[in-house]
């Protein structure tokens, strides 16, 4: 067992973790030949099988889109239970949670903020990670936390998942925001909500290329609020899931200085562990990359063909990963709560 009620399974690793009293220990049951179902509000009940098995969904507020097995791009790995009658059904507490905005209507968030004002919002980045790590790295990762968060009842917003990657343009894929841009756009997210009714923002970051100019977006926002003589009631705060005390240990007992600072197998075995399909078994040479500064995308390219930095990646594991879901998902819960209080 992993937490409160929550199943490991020879298909994957189930979450949300941790001690939750609120996990998904019901969930969606699809046959396993069925790509796609609509979940609907009149669920009977729920019959529970001997015989589990494992899917991808997005747990939260139900909606009418359809969804595919193991591909979507938010969905966690979730101990799914066996459910009857056409086997279209979803339990119906489920369609109590909003905790999602995207899921959400606005008279439910209307109602939220009767009770608190806060929000998290992943922030990461599109960008190379290797051979072996997914371009989505940085934005999967504090998303990936973030379920674990929602599931405790916290208002989990959209992913930003386009930040500051320059130096990366010289592997394909890669995406990136000037800093001017990135700053803009966090401080529109910021003043949108804010004329709602939000009063703190919890920006849960998996990119340290974004702390800088994110932290520059905060100061713009409360330059403003001193400029116009407005008593600040917003309170902004940037957490980086990979510089967490749990997190942090956890790296040292397992790859010491093996961690390096790109492409790391930290970072790597969190998003196997939620997408233990898209794990890639690929020749690493050498095994740990050298370590060193960089400049612009060529320079990069130049001093790092294979873009990792520092990092023996090969020590990536799904184990691993559910290691650091659970320690990073215990940081963000404690310094989410430090944060309101």
């Not at 929602?150 to 000037?178: C, D, K, N, V, Y």
Request: glycine share 10%.
């Amino acid at each position: 067992m992993t937490g409160a009620g929550v199943e490991v399974t020879e298909a994957g690793t189930a979450f949300p973790s941790l001690e939750h009293p609120r996990t998904l220990q019901k969930a969606i049951r699809f046959p396993l030949d069925q790509t796609q179902f609509d979940r609907q509000q009149n669920a009977p009940e729920l019959e529970q099988s001997t015989k589990p098995f494992t899917s991808s969904v997005v747990p939260g507020k139900a909606t009418r889109r359809p969804a595919t097995i193991n591909s979507s791009p938010c969905s966690p790995v979730v101990q799914i239970n066996r459910l009857q009658s056409n086997n279209r059904l979803i339990d119906p507490a489920l369609y109590n949670s909003t905790m999602k905005l995207q899921f959400s209507t606005w008279p439910e968030i209307e109602g939220y903020l009767e009770k608190t004002r806060g929000i998290v919002i992943p922030i990461g980045s599109t960008e190379q990670h290797g051979p072996t790590g997914l371009i989505g790295t940085d934005a999967l990762c504090p998303e990936i936390i973030a379920e674990g968060l929602h599931a405790e009842g916290i208002l989990i917003g959209p992913t930003l998942s386009i930040g500051m990657a320059q130096h990366h343009l010289g592997f394909p894929g890669s995406i990136t925001l000037r800093p001017s841009t990135l700053m803009a756009v966090v401080v529109d997210v910021v003043r949108s909500l804010a004329v709602q009714g939000f009063e703190h923002f919890y920006f849960l970051n998996g990119h340290g290329g974004n702390i800088a100019t994110v932290n520059a977006a905060f100061a713009e926002v409360y330059a403003d609020s001193s400029l116009s003589g407005n008593a600040g009631e917003l309170n902004l705060k940037l957490g980086n899931w990979f510089a967490g005390k749990r997190v942090t240990r956890l790296s040292r007992e397992l790859y010491g200085d093996a961690e390096g600072s790109h492409a790391t197998p930290s970072e790597i075995s969190l998003t196997w562990h939620a997408y233990p399909d898209q794990q890639r078994d690929v020749p690493l040479e050498p095994k740990r990359a050298p370590d060193g500064p960089i400049r612009d995308a060529a320079d990069y390219r130049k001093r790092f063909p294979d873009g990792r930095i520092g990092a023996e990646s090969g020590l990536a594991s799904r184990e691993h990963g559910r290691q650091f879901y659970e320690a990073a998902l215990a940081d963000a819960l404690e310094d989410y709560h430090n944060f309101l209080s």
